[in-house]
């Protein structure tokens, strides 16, 4: 896991406590150094060590924060993918959850330096992170400029979201909860008014393929996805697919090491 690291409370300008919403990005690589590499030339992302540990950087761009990195992947025997994490209030509280209702916590909840985490699968195998505790500085800004968000590729939006919400408490009523809303047959997360996350249908849970499977997906944002895309074929990965949508262009990438994320023009 590469959670966030920061002395900072994690609450929204309001002051109500931080719960259910997506609060971070991370990458479990299995080599940092080839890892940081190919995501400085094709982003332009910059690395600040955490107190973690050498085996954890955070990327910076313009000096705020945009993801994690580290080279855990081995360690803990998982495929390279991107991975989002969900604050949570109380993650052994949230892990109890996840198994009472078929789904499983593979690591965790474990402390770490500021708080506590557990990496998960969900019942149709998609794996996601939980994090108690502060979160990465100047969470706000983060959310509120949109410098990721995530989608879930998944076998059915409904039951997915019904989980989650069980699991994450979204749609409690309490302050500082998700808003869930069905929009244009996909499940659409709110939070503090912003588009955290969404929910698709018709992942296959038996496709050979892992990218049609059920799996949560990381979307960056970024001025021109087609010039970064070309620098990702000259770093050694490799451009999955490409276009234009209603929203702006868009590629989706893999990295050399497998490890596939979307990048969507801002605005």
Same mark, same amino acid.
């Given at each position: 896991?590469?959670? =966030?690291?920061?002395?900072?409370?994690?609450?929204?300008?309001? !002051?109500?406590?931080?719960?259910?919403?997506?609060?971070?990005?991370?990458?479990?690589?299995?080599?940092?150094?080839?890892?940081?590499?190919?995501?400085? @030339?094709?982003?332009?992302?910059?690395? !600040?060590?955490?107190?973690?540990?050498?085996?954890?950087?955070?990327?910076?761009?313009?000096?705020?924060?945009?993801?994690?990195?580290?080279?855990?992947?081995?360690?803990?025997?998982?495929?390279?993918?991107?991975?989002?994490?969900?604050?949570?209030?109380?993650?052994?509280?949230?892990?109890?959850?996840?198994?009472?209702?078929?789904?499983?916590?593979?690591?965790?909840?474990?402390?770490?330096?500021? #708080?506590?985490?557990?990496?998960?699968?969900?019942?149709?195998?998609?794996?996601?992170?939980?994090?108690?505790?502060?979160?990465?500085?100047?969470?706000?800004?983060?959310?509120?400029?949109?410098?990721?968000?995530?989608?879930?590729?998944?076998?059915?939006?409904?039951?997915?979201?019904?989980?989650? #919400?069980?699991?994450?408490?979204?749609?409690?009523?309490?302050?500082?909860?998700?808003?869930?809303?069905? @929009?244009?047959? @996909?499940?659409?997360?709110?939070?503090?008014?912003?588009?955290?996350?969404?929910?698709?249908?018709?992942?296959?849970?038996?496709?050979?393929?892992?990218?049609?499977? =059920?799996?949560?997906?990381?979307?960056?944002?970024?001025?021109?996805?087609?010039?970064?895309?070309?620098?990702?074929?000259?770093?050694? #990965?490799?451009?999955?697919?490409?276009?234009?949508?209603?929203?702006?262009?868009?590629?989706?990438?893999?990295?050399?090491? #497998?490890?596939?994320?979307?990048?969507?023009?801002?605005?």
């Amino acid at each position: 896991m590469t959670p =966030p690291s920061t002395d900072s409370t994690a609450r929204l300008g309001s !002051g109500a406590p931080v719960f259910g919403a997506p609060c971070w990005v991370s990458l479990m690589a299995r080599d940092l150094d080839a890892a940081l590499d190919f995501y400085g @030339e094709v982003m332009g992302w910059s690395f !600040g060590p955490v107190k973690l540990g050498d085996e954890f950087r955070v990327a910076l761009a313009d000096g705020r924060p945009v993801a994690g990195i580290s080279a855990l992947a081995s360690a803990f025997q998982v495929a390279v993918a991107w991975t989002p994490y969900f604050a949570v209030e109380d993650a052994d509280v949230t892990a109890s959850r996840i198994r009472e209702r078929g789904a499983t916590v593979a690591v965790g909840p474990v402390a770490v330096y500021t #708080g506590r985490g557990a990496l998960a699968a969900d019942r149709d195998g998609a794996v996601f992170g939980i994090w108690q505790g502060p979160l990465v500085s100047n969470w706000e800004s983060w959310r509120d400029t949109a410098p990721a968000w995530t989608r879930l590729h998944t076998r059915d939006a409904f039951d997915a979201a019904i989980f989650y #919400g069980e699991v994450l408490d979204w749609v409690s009523g309490r302050p500082g909860c998700c808003d869930v809303q069905y @929009e244009h047959d @996909e499940v659409v997360l709110r939070h503090g008014g912003q588009i955290v996350a969404r929910l698709t249908s018709g992942a296959v849970e038996a496709a050979p393929d892992p990218n049609l499977r =059920p799996h949560w997906h990381t979307h960056f944002a970024v001025d021109d996805p087609h010039a970064h895309a070309e620098r990702a074929r000259a770093q050694g #990965g490799t451009v999955l697919a490409e276009g234009v949508s209603s929203t702006g262009p868009w590629a989706r990438i893999s990295d050399p090491d #497998g490890a596939a994320f979307t990048l969507n023009g801002k605005g």
